[in-house]
Every structure is written in structure tokens, then in C-alpha cells.
């Protein structure tokens, strides 16, 4: 999906950078996951240490995103398997998920509290069902405090600055039709799963976009 958004952006090869990753990988988010906190986790993961003061511009970025793709922020299934497929063996798409974490399986939390990222420095989260996740957590268990621990007021911010996390509203019929009318006078740029271009660019950008996830 955030290949899929690069390219509905137009985005230069230059413009392949982390930062624009995370933007588009959140926007994604915000499409696809019912359980709205699960995201939150990605702040630190893009933003750093300081991400409790960044978060609210990076929300802004994501916005704009979702505006230069002219607010096509859903991406089908069959799409994604096309994007795949332009470099079908590469190794991102050839790992396998525990069938325990596939599909969707909703397991809501307390919903009157506020979920805090873990960051990545963090242990991963314990599965009973997952050898792996629950190793890893037993061996940093012993003297793991909740992981990114704050002092009592950042909660407090974090949940009163979560008033800008809204899930973009939809935009009046008469807006949409201008913005088709435009679209429509332009070069076709939807990245749809029938318009899926096989040529040179396309690969030379998913390259570029597989081995920038590499580094």
C-alpha cells in the first residue's frame, strides 16, 4: 500500500525516503486497521525520541499525503498482489505469517485507556502462541519497565494532543466531482489494479523502494 501510494503521489526517487514511508504506512493504518491505537506505535518508530512533540506535524504530513493523492487512499487486495508481482521473489514477499497472526482478528483493549507506544527499543509484545515473541520477552522481563515509561504528565498530553487523530472526513460530492473533472484532464495516475504499468520506471521504482526497506 505505500508503494501504491509513492506512485499515486508521483513521487520522484528521491522522494523514496524514510520519512515519507512512515507517512504513507500510517495513512495505510488508518485505512485498513479497525483498532485505532494499534498505530500510535509507529511515532517512535518514525519520529525518534522527541516523537511525543512531533507527532501532531507528522500527522499534518499525513494529511497532505492523503491530499496529493487526491484523497485515494484505498488500495485493493488484487492491487497489492500486482504491485507484488513486479518483483515476485523478492524476500519481503516471500516471508510467512503464524496463522495465529493473519487474518483479522479483532482483540480490543480497555478502550478507556490510551495504549502507549513501546518504541523500538522495546521487548516485542508477549504471545502465548508465538515461541519467539514470548523469549524475547521473558529475557528483558526481569527488569522491564513499561516500556517508554514517562512521567505523569506525558499521558496526559499525549491523549489531549489525540484530538488531531481523526480519520480524514469525506469530502462534499461537489469537491470530489471537481477534483475528478481535474484528474480527468490530466495523464492517468490511479495506480489501479488494471492500470498497473509494466515498464521500466515502475520497476526501476519498486527497486528502489525494496532496497531502500533493505537498508
Same mark, same amino acid.
Request: aromatic share 14%.
Given at each position: 500500500m505505500t508503494f501504491v501510494y509513492f506512485k499515486r503521489a508521483r513521487f520522484t526517487v528521491d !522522494?523514496?525516503?524514510?520519512? *515519507?514511508?512512515?507517512?504513507? @504506512?500510517? @495513512?495505510? *493504518?488508518?485505512? #485498513? !486497521?479497525? !483498532? !485505532? #491505537? &494499534?498505530?500510535y506505535e509507529i511515532f517512535p518508530w518514525a519520529l525518534g525520541k522527541n516523537w511525543r512533540r512531533r507527532f501532531p506535524r507528522f500527522l499534518k504530513q499525513r494529511d497532505e499525503l492523503w491530499a496529493r493523492i487526491q484523497y485515494r487512499a484505498a488500495v485493493s487486495r488484487r492491487c497489492c498482489e500486482e504491485v507484488m508481482a513486479i518483483v515476485h521473489l523478492h524476500f519481503v514477499w516471500q516471508r510467512q505469517r503464524s496463522d495465529h497472526h493473519s487474518g483479522a482478528q479483532r482483540q480490543y483493549g480497555d478502550q478507556d485507556q490510551v495504549r502507549f507506544p513501546r518504541g523500538p527499543f522495546a521487548s516485542p509484545v508477549s504471545c502465548s502462541l508465538c515461541n519467539c515473541g514470548s523469549k524475547l520477552?521473558?529475557? &528483558? &522481563?526481569s527488569s522491564d519497565a513499561p516500556p517508554q515509561a514517562v512521567d505523569s504528565p506525558y499521558p496526559h498530553l499525549f491523549t489531549t494532543a489525540l484530538g488531531l487523530e481523526f480519520t480524514p472526513v469525506r469530502i462534499p460530492v461537489s469537491h470530489r466531482n471537481a477534483v475528478k473533472d481535474t484528474s480527468e484532464q490530466q495523464k492517468p495516475c490511479c495506480f489501479c489494479p488494471e492500470e498497473v504499468p509494466r515498464e521500466s520506471s515502475s520497476c526501476d521504482s519498486i527497486d528502489a523502494f525494496l532496497d531502500w526497506i533493505e537498508m
Open positions: !522522494e523514496y525516503t524514510r520519512k *515519507n514511508f512512515f507517512i504513507a @504506512l500510517y @495513512l495505510a *493504518n488508518t485505512m #485498513e !486497521e479497525d !483498532e !485505532e #491505537e &494499534s498505530k520477552h521473558h529475557i &528483558s &522481563s
